[in-house]
């Protein structure tokens, strides 16, 4: 076949496609003719791997666009594989320890004054490490910061900020002061428009969220002077620099961009802890484990350990502002290829708050959209398949996903779009 008519050839002529040619990745055709078995991808590493772990490229890694547990940086994971058998001449592996033992509490100790590096925690604030996912933090927020009478605002955008709703329910006098359900859930509304409740304890957000694709680009202020705003942050956790100071409480789940499941970060400014209501249970009382060190009971260890290796890794890129470029630019590139593809690829979401974290599309040909998705994992790009509850494609393009797995999927969206014209 003459060179003129190659895959790659033709889509870098196609005139819907002029932002190809701004790519520093063109696929080879090995990338974009089917294969009888998953293709050995590698992934470059965001920053060199310790000098104690060989980094081996050929591993048979794909390009993992889950969700959640999402994909991990490639270093972390060689460095806890090179550490679990024996961990620092301990005798035991980071799993088998106690977590009262010194081992661990050095471990636990260094997530945390990471953490606080990472996002300039301020000393007067709590960070903890706990269980039960952003879902148990739906009822400990107002459990904590509510009496049962107490109000509270909820911004709903989104199916999680909705189920953080609901939940409160049963523990405060939650005030739905705009959802976006009408909508689909595709934009977030000027903050100045909303009629907030004068005596509302909190104003609860979701950050960003994962299901829908909307991110909050800036932040509404609670107009109650003695209220304060409250993020549920699972899915932009770590991706871009935050005010901390700005919030009350901001939690998040660390499977998508700081660790395995298993753990759930809580920052809480300090004075808010001690109020539980009665009826709290142990295990959702701020203060208990604030008093406790994260070690009123036996911790999630190893994946403290691993978001510890992440936290210390994001430090090693130059914290968050240089990761937030690199989540722009990985963003943009598959934006820009939705956008560019004539209505073939449709993003629903407003420009102005789309996510840099999940980007959710649908197929202009919407029966195309399955075999779009077992072609993509045939090409060793996985978990593309949309939440169950809307359907589509979903990339959910964390701080680990590589610029080069982004610029594979764009390269395979406009091949797919090629044959399928």
Not at 210 to 215: L, M, P, Q
Not at 404 to 416: C, N, Q, S, T
Request: contains cysteine.
């Amino acid at each position: 076949m003459a060179a003129a008519s190659t895959p790659q050839s033709f889509l870098l002529q196609h005139p819907l496609y002029p932002s190809l040619k701004t790519l520093s990745y063109i696929p080879s055709k090995q990338h974009l003719r089917p294969r009888p078995r998953l293709s050995t991808v590698s992934c470059t590493a965001v920053h060199p791997a310790p000098a104690s772990v060989s980094v081996t490229k050929d591993q048979g890694r794909i390009f993992n666009f889950a969700a959640g547990p999402a994909t991990l940086p490639e270093s972390v994971i060689l460095k806890a594989q090179s550490e679990l058998y024996n961990y620092h001449g301990s005798g035991m592996s980071i799993m088998e320890m106690s977590h009262r033992g010194k081992e661990f509490d050095a471990v636990i100790k260094n997530a945390e004054s990471d953490l606080r590096r990472l996002l300039a925690v301020p000393d007067d604030y709590a960070v903890l490490f706990l269980q039960g996912g952003a879902t148990t933090q739906f009822a400990a927020v107002p459990l904590n910061l509510c009496a049962p009478d107490d109000a509270a605002d909820y911004i709903v955008t989104g199916s999680w900020g909705d189920k953080a709703f609901k939940e409160a329910q049963k523990f405060c006098k939650p005030n739905l002061i705009w959802s976006g359900k009408s909508d689909k859930y595709t934009k977030i509304p000027p903050f100045e428009g909303l009629e907030q409740n004068p005596n509302a304890k909190y104003l609860h957000i979701c950050a960003n969220e994962t299901i829908h694709g909307v991110e909050f680009k800036n932040y509404p202020t609670p107009s109650n002077k003695d209220a304060i705003l409250v993020a549920d942050m699972s899915s932009n956790f770590c991706s871009k620099p935050v005010d901390v100071s700005k919030f009350g409480v901001i939690y998040a789940g660390a499977q998508k961009n700081v660790g395995p499941s298993g753990v759930t970060i809580v920052i809480v400014r300090k004075d808010l802890i001690g109020n539980a209501q009665p009826i709290t249970p142990v295990m959702l009382d701020y203060k208990i484990h604030a008093d406790s060190a994260s070690l009123y009971n036996t911790p999630p260890c190893f994946t403290i350990y691993i978001c510890g290796l992440v936290f210390a890794d994001l430090l090693e890129q130059g914290g968050l502002v240089e990761v937030e470029k690199k989540n722009a630019k990985k963003a943009g590139i598959l934006y820009d290829a939705i956008d560019g593809s004539d209505g073939f690829y449709v993003c629903p979401v407003e420009k102005s708050v789309r996510s840099l974290m999940n980007v959710p599309f649908t197929l202009e040909k919407t029966d195309l959209e399955k075999k779009f998705i077992e072609e993509a994992a045939k090409e060793g790009m996985i978990q593309l398949k949309g939440h169950r509850s809307v359907g589509g494609v979903r990339a959910s393009i964390y701080n680990a996903m590589p610029l080069a797995g982004v610029e594979k999927l764009v390269a395979f969206m406009m091949d797919f779009q090629a044959r399928h014209l």
